[in-house]
């Protein structure tokens, strides 16, 4: 879902003994930690970039987005707050029952994924290896390198600051989707959350404009795939 | 509520896939290999083709109707029958209040109050049938609270009428039974779960902003739930029933989630 190295390693970025302030609990999957020790590589280092697990969560989470954001388009032409409409081609469901239907369901996989992947990220270790740090000034550097085209792809196994903020961004986009969506789906239920979210109707603002923001995630997510069409078949393959 | 069923999809999917299949026939050898290409054109390939058609498959179909029926299960097990929905001053009733129902505001049927019974069947002890005065009657509470619409808008009004729990326990329902099904007077029905027919917010609404609740709003009586979406909230009501058969409901035979509640 969220990991998936489109622009990757910069020169610029500080060694990788930086990167892991954490603690690292449990490192043993990754080179990364075997070059750390000061160990030397032993000829067995894994290829793989992406473990199973992580892209087995990314593409199910892909599906549920789709399905997610597909059926919701639906729901939200029911009955519109903006002056526009989606086009009914490019939403599922046939019609706000069948939407619902979809919505709902879809639901279970986009919650119990994600789960399963932040759960992984955090017992792995990965979610702080991978993700942090991230600074405002790295994440500037590395955004005008990127424009310039000098971002160097030559380590596949890093993100680049501008990555790891766009990827933990979608991780809190998605955690508010599911947040609001439950007080639309249980507005009386979870008063709590309803009131955090300022009453039923500002839930449903907060609901769409998490959408906008995960689909501009998704537009973005896909040209960097297209520059750098090998980071799909790491996040197939593994490697 | 007024969403007109399905629409068809703009493709032929069936024709797309046959002719697909002929021409993986000529290529492909091995009918092993040429079967499992086909059942993989079937699958990804008609979702690529057309969205329309994944979703008008009928063990699709199947698979969401299960799945909203077990979100039902979850639904019950999440719904605190203490909980209450938020109320609000008078002064933040929408205004008006939208007319809302399957049907055109001329539809709307005209009950006459003078040869009215409300029926009551089912597992109930006392099955004599209700004027409204009697109904009237019996103590009444009123209610500010948010209608919300399984369209996705809201509207905030003010019903008033019988607490619906004090007015099953008159009739000796028995409160054990899962449902509670309304046949109303413009052939619109649902049902609803005993937990939620026994909320303290849930009323046999009699009024609507303090005058007789007008033919639009539900005329006879109309069970005001604001834990329920409004298709749960039945207007016109004619009969009601106790049962430990599911009854159904107009929507919900049609796909909207039964349970139905907020």
Redesign the interface.
Known sequence: MLARPALNNTPLAPPVSALSPAASPSTAAESDAKKRTGQPAPPAISPVIHPRWLRVTHWLNALAVVVMV?SGWR??N??PFFDFTFP??I????????A???H??GM?LLFANGLLYLALNVATGRLWRKFLPVSPGGVARDLLAALRGRLSHADPRRYNHVQRLAYLFVMADIAVLILSGLV??????F?LL?DLMGG??AA?RVHFFAMALLAGFVAVHLAMVALVPRSLLTMIRGK | MTEKRRLLPGLDAPAILREAGKLLDKRVEQPSRRAFLRRGLTLGGLAMLSGCSLSDDESVEQALSAVSRFNDRVQGWIFDPAKLAPTYPESMITRPFPFNAFYGIDDVPQVDEASFRLEVTGMVADKRRWRLDELRAMAQVDQVTRHICVEGWSAIGKWGGVPFSAFLKRVGADLSAKYVGFKCADDYYTSIDMPTALHPQTILALTYDGRTLPPEYGFPMKLRMPTKLGYKNPKHIQAIFVTNTYPGGYWEDQGYNWFGGS
Not at chain 1, 91 to 98: A, E, K, Q, S, Y
Not at chain 1, 184 to 189: A, E, I, T
């Open positions: 597909m729901i939200y029911a009955a009914n081609g939403t599922l469901g046939g019609w706000l029952g069948g619902l239907q979809w709902f369901a279970w639309l789906w249980k507005s009386v239920q008063d309803r039923y109707e449903r």
